[in-house]
């Protein structure tokens, strides 16, 4: 096998250690997302690697999107009516779409009950706790 053995990869080898600031491309909604859940990962959890930001960027673009979209709906209402007759309003499945990827990216991030509650894959103190799965002699 060529490459890197299973045995010598470290999880989480290249922790986001100072603050980050958000993309400049992110849209307000977005961006305070970012300020928000940032720190959190960063400081707090330590859980964020370098590998993870374009996942908590796109996180943060689709909670920034659905409160968009939510704002739209509040203004405009869930129905338009059209030429044909009242529609559900394309907002609402903007929303719908954004609230989606939110869910499912911030499981990725640890940042819902369900998925802080599984074991962690890595400690924090980094030290050995024993043979691992790959270390067994078969």
């Known amino acids: 096998m060529r490459g890197a053995k299973p045995f010598a990869i470290v999880p989480a080898s290249s922790p986001v250690r100072e603050p980050l600031d958000p993309p400049e491309w992110l849209s307000s909604d977005a961006r305070d997302e970012w300020n928000r859940v940032a720190p959190i990962l960063i400081e707090e959890r330590r859980t964020l690697t370098v590998t993870d930001i374009a996942s908590l960027a796109n996180y943060c673009v689709a909670v920034g999107r659905a409160a968009e979209a939510e704002r739209i709906i509040a203004r405009d209402g869930m129905i338009v009516v059209t030429k044909t007759g009242p ?20 499981g990725e991030l640890g940042l819902t009950p369900v998925s802080r509650s599984r074991p962690s894959v890595r400690s924090d103190s980094g030290a050995d706790n024993g043979p691992g799965l790959f270390d067994l002699d078969l």
């Open 87 to 106: 529609k559900k309003h394309p907002a609402v499945a903007i929303s719908s779409d954004a609230m989606t990827q939110a869910r499912l990216l911030a």
